[in-house]
């Protein structure tokens, strides 16, 4: 995990090098796209990173949260006036992407991949591009709660149906 934690913390030098590099070699709007690309990417590679570690740490379940935040503050000001990005939606997926990472966290020998359609919220959320209006960020973040709903009662039901199974097999 300390990967992707480092990942983000070189993205931010990175990006603005490579923005400036652009800059000089074009102009300033390329310069800015460039460096909002580098850092988008940096930090989708992070979430993978984190997504594929084979033992989450704490920091692992509270990365999200830090990096939509961060990707918050850098496109919030790019964003005023315009529908390009919606930063409470940014960091509602990252807070519900670190409540099902906690509930990873708390179960290790769960499988993951019922976190695939919250990572995948997340990053959709995360992307500077925004449908008009509000209707995309509710239908994705209430998938997302759904799905993270649905997962909680069928793990509830599994639990359920093992313990009713050891008693059959107990008292049979």
């Known amino acids: 995990m300390w990967k992707s934690f480092l990942l983000v913390a070189v993205s931010v030098p990175v990006s603005i090098a490579l923005g400036i590099a652009v800059w000089v070699g074009a102009n300033w709007r390329a310069g800015l796209i460039t460096s909002c690309c580098a850092f988008a990417a940096c930090l989708v590679i992070a979430t993978a ?3 594929f570690t084979r033992k989450l740490t704490l920091l692992d379940v509270f990365l999200p949260v830090v ?4 990707w918050s503050l850098v496109l919030v000001p790019f964003s005023l006036g315009s529908d390009l990005f919606t930063a409470p939606a940014a960091i509602g ?26 990572i995948l919220v997340y990053i959709y959320e995360m992307l500077p591009i925004n449908l008009p209006g509000p209707l995309d960020d509710y239908f994705a973040l209430s998938g997302d709660v759904v799905c993270f709903i649905l997962y909680q009662l069928a793990g509830s039901h599994r639990r359920q149906l093992s313990a ?7 008292s049979g």
């Not at 990096?67 to 961060?70: A, G, P, R, Y």
């Not at 990472?101 to 019922?114: D, I, N, T, V």
């Not at 009713?164 to 107990?170: A, D």
């Open 164 to 170: 009713s199974t050891q008693n059959r097999s107990i």
């Open 49 to 51: 990173m984190a997504f």
């Open 67 to 70: 990096f939509s935040v961060l």
């Open 93 to 118: 997926a990252g807070l519900l992407l670190t409540l099902c990472l906690w509930k990873a966290y708390h179960e290790p020998g769960e499988s993951r991949r019922w976190l695939i359609f919250p």
